[in-house]
Structure formats: structure tokens, C-alpha cells
């Protein structure tokens, strides 16, 4: 029988077996892989046999296989199957569950076992069983076939082992993302000899994993700036609510060679996932783009107040000034308070302001606002850009220029660096990366301040209910001490802030601030927490591998386990167990609450952490030997 059709869950399978692929168990070679008859070893595990491709010649898969199981070495060797429409490997693992109509007494039942030449393994009540094929048995998959055609039984469900998908975060595939070190840095720029320092970087790809994905849609970032090219590819769909000082209207005046500087500033932030290009910090986030920057009090009011009226979330300023001729007056100072503290329907508004590029001992007057997140500027080797102004207001650095630069969005006039010649106009080492026109390289605090801008968006797409007073806190105390420790004095520094932005910890940190409730009371979380370090009271008792669960992940940061295992415990008062695992060379630690006797009372915890946002699935504490 080439094909068989089989009961499956809730449903039926019709199986095909691979022409190729069988699964083998031996206990006394290792290593398949070294046998005349094995070709690869292709998964160590899989339903208790490990998966292997024959070398088969022109034998057909089903008298190779026989001549394999004839082998001395060979315990157990089994068909792999795929089902209609899929691509995954099914192995079965020989035992069966079998739920007999409940007008049969256990003789019948035993009959029908013998009938198959079947070893009981389990009986869980007067009508279920689970049995598992003998040498004498035909394959499970045909019993169990057969047992479904038998009126003495009312299901039958052959066991089988798959490969689940792991729910992890899909990275997005934009050609650019490998050259984007801010994001991700991995220790050199990948299409030049150029050596960065590893995990110098805002952990934003760490950031999209911990949320499995790039955060939410219902967020908006306006950038206040000049030069917006709203045709570029990485912006043009993501434009919400534009705004022109100077018309009053949502007409964008665009092809002033002088204006350019709002298209990278943008695109640092917020550059679409869209296949091609670059990816701003928050991909989903929604565009605001506010053209014209001004000293005029009437036009600072106007850019803050429109953000206010029409409900934006957090507001970039990559400007400023630091000539004393140029400070703010009392009713400036007002109206970016009252943005702060009054948009988002009394939430306020997170306004970010860059310090500046004077390598001045003092900030731009409108980053020394009290209410605002002053941000400097770090290096892909963590130290301090040296462009980048100091003060006693800055609030954290973010990685931008002075080792390696930013690659960031151009827009289509731009004409570059006057004084360089053809690609050096827009690349440091002249080397043209991305659609010819649509990139180049980018820096200074200009860069920093939407990269943290877009750090922001993350933090509200988990906790949209945060004030703009507590993203700036969290920020702060989840940032990553850099340089000297001389440099920093009760936790600050005048060159890095409170550190260098950490946006994995911050929607950590945002996401704990959540589950409690954002009540006010909120111990802070340790910076070493995300990498495992630190004090914690533990009892650690053996759980035996019987029972129902709610399975939430599977993790490979131990920190990770450590925060989610103390909040689940707190919200749900039900043990939480860890199951530590191998996965491709690596360890995997899985999480599940609650042991429960019956699956029904892990099916009411389910819900009960459904209501409150966490999504899981039942699991067999079996299941995680």
C-alpha cells in the first residue's frame, strides 16, 4: 500500500512515503551517517528513530529498507511519510491510541490487539488504550488504518513525530539589513575590511525577536525636518498625516537640493520590511512626516501642537541649536511641554531631540529640555562619537558615525558631498550598496536620535499605555553601560547618558511594566537580568514527565527564562517548569506552566492566559523527555 489515508486529530491524513528517507534506531552505531547503506543523516531525532537518507541505488525504498532491517545493528527501521500538501516528514513511532466503542468489554478488546499482534503499553480507562506494533505487526500506519475499518473500535490514531515550527521571529530578507551594524552589529561590515566591535549595536534585532515581530502598526513617529522624498521606496506607503509648516497643508513640497535630511533621518526610524533596501528600527510604525524646521515661536508651536491635535506618539528632532544667540524662550519651552506632557490624550508625547555635533561641553538648547530624551551619539566600537556634544541633560547614546557609518535612505535630488567624485559623493569607501539612488551613507546625532526614536515605537507597541515620563525611564535604566566606568557618575555620563540604548531590554522591561499593571510600582529590573546574571531565590524540585501543561516558547536566552518564569509564577500561582533541550548545537530552555492530572484543567488555564494576552498551547509533560 503506497498510500495510506489515517485518522489524524480532528481530521485525516492521506500519506505518501518518501522515496528516499526512512527512520533507523540503533543503539550500536552512532554515527549512520559512516555506513555503506546510509547516504546522510539528515535529523537526529525524530519520533525516537533518527532520520536518514538511503543509498539506495536502484533498489526501490521498500526492499531497501528490508535489507537494512535485516542488519544485525539495525533494532527498528521505519517508512517516512508525507502528507498531501505538505513538505514536512512524518515518522511514525509505533505506538497507537485506540478508543474502543464503549459497548466492549476488555476480552474484545484484547482480541482485537492480538488480532494485529500489539503490546499494550497503556490503558486510561475502560474504552482507551495506547499499544504498540511488535516485530510480529504490520506497520503502524496500516494498523491503525485497519483498526479505523473495525466496528469494535470507534477511533484509531497512529502516533507520529514531525517537526513543529519553532515560533521564533522571521528576520526581515531587505538586502541592506547585513550593512545596518546599528541593528545588529556582528563584528565587521560585511563587503569591506573593516572590523566593527561585536554586539556594539541598539539590540533591535533582539528586540523584534523577544516581540516576534516588528512591532505594531497602531504607532506613529512624526519627524520634524526638512527634505522628505516621499517617494521613496522604504516610505511612500507608510506616510500618515503629513503636515507642511510653511503651506499649512499636507502638501510636501519635494527637489529642494538643500533639503535632504529628513529622508535618512526617517528612514532610520522606520524604513519599511518590504524585500529591498534598508529597515528602520520599527518597520510597522506609521510616518509623520512635518516639514520645516524653524526658530520662529509661532511655527514651534504649530509643529507640537499638530502633534497633539492629531493624536502622534513620538515626535524626532534631529535639529537644534547651540549658538547662544539662538536659546529658547519661555513660550518655546512651553510648547514642547506641553506636547510632553499632553498628547496622547494626556499620556504625552515622546519627544526626542539629538544633542548635537559641535563637540561642545553643552547640548543644543532644545535637547536641554526637561521634558525631552536627549540623545548623543556612540560608535560601532562603543565608545563615544566624538562629534557628539556632552552635558549633564543627555539621556542615552545611540550607535551612529565616527568608526563606520549608517546606511540610510537618500532621497532621489540628493546630491551629496560637493567636494567628492562619483560614488565617494555618498559612500565613505565609494562603494555603491542597494538600488543605484535610493541609499547612502549616513551619521552623526542626526542618526542616533530617530534610531532611538524607533526604539520608542518598539516600547509602546507592547505597552501603548505608558506615559511618555516612563519610556524615558525605562530607556534610561535599561541602557548599556559603554566606555570607561570613570565616565560615569550615579549611573550617568555626560558622553553616553545613562548608556548606550538597549532595545531588547527596554520591551523587556516594558513588557514586565505591563503585566504589573503599570500601577506606579514598578521594581526595577536589573540591566544583568537579560543576560542571566544576578541574585534569585530558586526551589528546584525533579518534575516528572507526566501530567498537562501550557506550553508558552521555547527560548535561548537564560535571561529570558529567568523573567518569564518569575512573572508567570506571580500571575498564574502555578509551578512553572523548564525543560532544557538541545537544538542544532544549541541549548533550548521550554517553558510551560502548570502539571495538571487532567488535560481539561490545562485547557482552563489556557484560557485564563489568553485573556490576558499570553498565547500558549497544551502540552503532554511526556512530550518534553
Known sequence: MSKLSVKAGKGELFLSKSSK????KSESIKNLAATDYVEEEVFKSLGGFKVVALDKGLASIDDKLDEVRAKTEIEVGTHVYYAEGS???LVPTGEIYIIFQNTTNVEEQNLVLDEY?????????????IAKVSKA??????????LQQISLVQHAEPDMDSLLEEYDFNRPNDDLLAHQWHLENKGKVVDANWQLKKNADAKVVDAWRRLGSMGSEDISIAVIDNGFDLTHPDLKNKVHKPYDLVTETDNIEQGDPRFTHGTTCASVALSAANGTGIVGAAPNAKFTPINGTSFSLRATEEMFDYCVREDIDIISCSWGSTDPAFTLSPMKEEAIAHAARNGRKGKGCIILFAVGNDNFDY????????????VAASTSKDE???YSNRGREVSICAPSNGDWPITAARAWWDNGVSWEEGAFRYWRDGQQRGEPGKYKHFGGTSSACPLAAGVCALILSVNPELTAVEVKDILEKTADKIGSPAAYFNGHSTKYGHGRINADKAVAEAIRRKDLGNAGENPEVENTLAKGRGIFHFSVVRQASVGYGVQIGAFAEYGNVLIQAEKLQRMFDEKVIVSINELDGRTVYKIVVG?????????????QMKERDINGFIRNLKDLV
Open 137 to 146: 505487526s504490520p506497520n503502524p500506519l496500516k494498523v491503525a488504518h485497519f
Open 117 to 129: 499482534a500489539l503490546v499494550l503499553v497503556e490503558r486510561r480507562g475502560p474504552y482507551k488504550v
Open 21 to 24: 528517507l526512512v527512520g533507523l
Open 384 to 386: 563615544h562619537a566624538d
Open 595 to 607: 502539571a495538571f492530572d487532567q488535560k481539561n484543567s490545562a485547557i482552563q488555564l489556557q484560557k
Open 87 to 89: 513538505t514536512r516528514p
Open 363 to 374: 547640548v543644543s538648547f532644545y535637547a536641554a529640555h526637561p521634558d525631552v530624551i536627549a
